[in-house]
């Protein structure tokens, strides 16, 4: 409790009043045998509730303007479906952009910067699945080092690649996590790879200011600048 009122500048007399209309309310407990206070059951219902009412895809496709506004590169919003990762929004920018890529495209899952960035943050028992059948279904053979790539991308945050199914393409991509920093989404900006290029420092930047922000809306933890 004195540290509690020491962290708050408050009197301890006055923390301690404030804490007993806590833990009357539900709010905060006092475990016996410690001492220490904690989040009670009715402030537990409440983040439950409020995380319940969360909805990561609407608080992704809201801040897509921005970041298209911020950069100048189209910016993809995807999922992972039962073929890969899937285009779900396309915000457009105001560069001229020429693809055969549309809602409902999608991308290959080891061999994206967008199927890269969604696997690094999924669970390994169900990543190593995935892998397996993204080999045996679509002929996709993994690239060399893989495990590494997604290493990196867990750590930066990010993962970045010049397409080898669209000549000229470039995009990075960042991921959309939920309270257990597992993928839910992934945040891509697209473009030719001279756009890309050219504006590459910024865009990564202003991706992982959105994908952080949206994550940690939905309760990740996870920081990447």
């Known amino acids: 409790m004195k540290d509690l009122a020491r962290a708050v500048d408050m009197p301890n007399s006055l923390a301690h009043r404030y804490l007993a209309s806590l833990m009357a309310s539900g709010l905060a407990v006092q475990n016996e045998i410690t001492g220490l206070y904690d989040l009670g059951p009715t402030a537990l219902r409440i983040g439950a509730s409020a995380l319940g009412r969360l909805d990561p895809l609407r608080l992704a496709s809201e801040a897509m303007p921005q970041l298209v506004a911020n950069t100048g590169l189209p910016a993809l919003l995807n999922v992972l479906g039962d073929r890969g990762p899937a285009i779900i929004r396309w915000e457009r920018s105001y560069l001229p952009f020429v693809t055969t ?22 669970p390994s028992r169900i990543r190593d699945h995935l892998i397996e059948l993204a080999a045996s279904k679509n002929m996709e053979q993994p690239p060399a080092k893989l495990l590494e790539r997604l290493e990196k991308i867990r750590k930066r945050g990010y993962d970045e690649t010049e397409s080898v199914l669209i000549p ?51 309760g990740s933890s996870l920081k990447f600048l």
């Not at 967008?114 to 943050?121: K, Y």
């Not at 920093?181 to 891509?188: D, F, P, S």
């Open 101 to 122: 890529l549309a809602v409902g495209s999608v991308f290959q899952l080891t061999n994206s910067a967008t199927g890269r960035t969604l696997l690094a943050f999924t």
């Open 168 to 218: 000229g393409l470039a995009a990075i991509s960042a991921p959309i996590l939920d309270l257990q920093n597992e993928a839910v989404a992934c945040l891509t900006l697209i473009g030719a790879s001279a756009d890309v290029s050219r504006v590459k420092a910024k865009a990564i930047q202003c991706l992982l200011e959105t994908s952080m922000s949206v994550s940690h809306a939905c």
